[in-house]
């Protein structure tokens, strides 16, 4: 193992998920073995922080090529994202406001568990999200295990879930349920299993969200809403949810195969300001998505 390789560490965040690495400037360039071994420690904890780093948004498209195919675009204005474009999968995530108009996405407030993309097909592999700007308290990303919620069932319900499909509609922006229409067609959406094998670890796991998902396909509909409503409640459970609290230059990456996150609401009148950048499939080359 090289020295760079070697002096990496990872130590466990709680005892649900995710792991703060520590060793690496990633700022630098870094061989093969290293990214090996960062891999590594993204399929046994799901989760990696990597707090005190000064990156560029070069240096973040370099770090989440990593663990697949980064969307790399730029937008305007690097720093703060102002104007109205916005690439796949690239977004700052911000209440920053100029002239009375949000200059990021995602602004306010508290977020739903969900994945990234899960409302199109293929959804994002990976997130990964670079603190910019924090509120002195407020705004933690909440992580939950989806292979621990799976786990966790009754072996009846693991049958049960077996071969059953569910359908996910997302509106971009929305960061509560009720804020999607699922009626309308206009919206993207996408259809997964209910369960998903993860396809470097071969573990199974739950793949739904309060946010997005919407409805089992084939399922009487007052059936679907009472088994999402149980397992929505069931993924979220204390135990299987770790909250991260952001520390500028913190930036963390996650699994959308196998995890959920959402977001705790935090001071309007302080600034919050982060910069997202996806890890696609490889053969992904779908529409727009939102995220975090």
């Not at 998920?17 to 990214?35: F, K, M, N, Q, V």
């Not at 994002?124 to 407020?138: H, Q």
């Not at 409503?229 to 230059?249: I, N, Q």
Request: with cysteine.
């Amino acid at each position: 193992m090289s020295v760079a390789a070697a002096s990496i560490t990872a130590k466990p965040m709680s005892q649900v998920l995710g792991a703060r690495i520590e060793g690496i400037d990633l700022s630098t360039d870094y061989g093969e073995e290293t990214r090996r071994v960062i891999r590594d420690a993204f399929a046994r904890y799901s989760v990696l922080c990597f707090p005190g780093q000064d990156i560029s948004y070069e240096d973040q498209v370099r770090f989440a090529a990593i663990f697949g195919k980064a969307d790399d675009k730029k937008l305007k204005n690097e720093e703060k994202g102002t104007g109205t474009a916005r690439a796949r999968g690239v977004m700052y995530v911000t209440n920053i406001r100029e002239n009375g108009k949000q200059i990021g996405s995602l602004p306010d407030g508290e977020m739903h568990f969900h994945s990234d993309g899960s409302h199109r097909n293929p959804p994002y592999r990976a997130t990964t999200l670079y603190a910019i700007e924090i509120p002195s308290r407020g705004g933690e990303t909440k992580f939950a295990n989806l292979y621990a919620a799976y786990d966790a069932l009754h072996e009846t319900t693991k049958q049960r879930l077996e071969g059953l499909v569910c359908k996910y509609v997302y509106k971009v922006d929305a960061t509560l349920r009720e804020q999607t229409d699922e009626q309308d067609e206009s919206l993207s959406n996408a259809a997964h299993p209910l369960v998903k094998t993860h396809p470097d670890t071969g573990r199974k796991s739950l793949y739904l969200s309060r946010l997005m998902s919407r409805y089992i396909v084939g399922m009487d509909r007052a059936e679907s809403d009472m088994l999402l409503a149980e397992l929505f409640d069931h993924a979220e459970r204390p135990e299987f949810v770790h909250a991260h609290v952001w520390t500028p230059k913190d930036i963390v990456i996650w699994d959308n195969r196998c995890t959920n996150h959402a977001r705790n609401d935090f001071p309007r009148e302080e600034t919050r300001l982060l910069r997202r950048i996806t890890v696609s499939e490889p053969t992904d080359t779908g529409p727009a998505a939102a995220g975090y």
